[in-house]
């Protein structure tokens, strides 16, 4: 049970820091990772409060994942994750204004279905 606990946390904290970073994104504009422009590249990153945060929770994450894969088998942990591409779409949609379609609607209840199956193996 403890394993579960830990993956969880993991989810909720990877899906903090993938919005962490979306957010600070949206004030650096676009990036580009052409070569000519890394030094603007990382520049732009690391002058955004929010995508460090991003990089910060990352890391916290994966003290957690490790955590995790102490306590449960990795063929059940990490399809675990996939629980968070549900919070993203949620969250995108909720927060940063994006268009949810029927597509991205069906996937995210075939991945629901996958974790149902996922939780019937312990």
């Not at 970073?21 to 580009?32: F, N, V």
């Amino acid at each position: 049970m403890k394993g579960i606990i830990y993956i969880i946390v993991c989810i909720v904290i990877n899906v903090a820091g993938q919005s962490s970073i979306k957010y600070g994104t949206r004030a650096a504009g676009e990036l580009s990772l052409d070569f000519n422009q890394l030094g603007t590249f990382f520049a732009a990153v690391f002058k955004q409060p929010f995508i460090l945060l991003g990089f910060v929770l990352y890391g916290i994450g994966a003290f957690f994942w490790i955590g995790a894969l102490s306590r449960t088998e990795l063929s059940f942990a990490y399809p675990m994750l996939s629980i968070g591409y549900v919070f993203i779409l949620l969250i995108s949609w909720k927060f940063f204004g994006e268009t949810i379609n029927i597509y991205r609607i069906l996937g995210v209840i075939l991945i629901t279905a996958g974790m149902v199956f996922l939780t019937k193996s312990l």
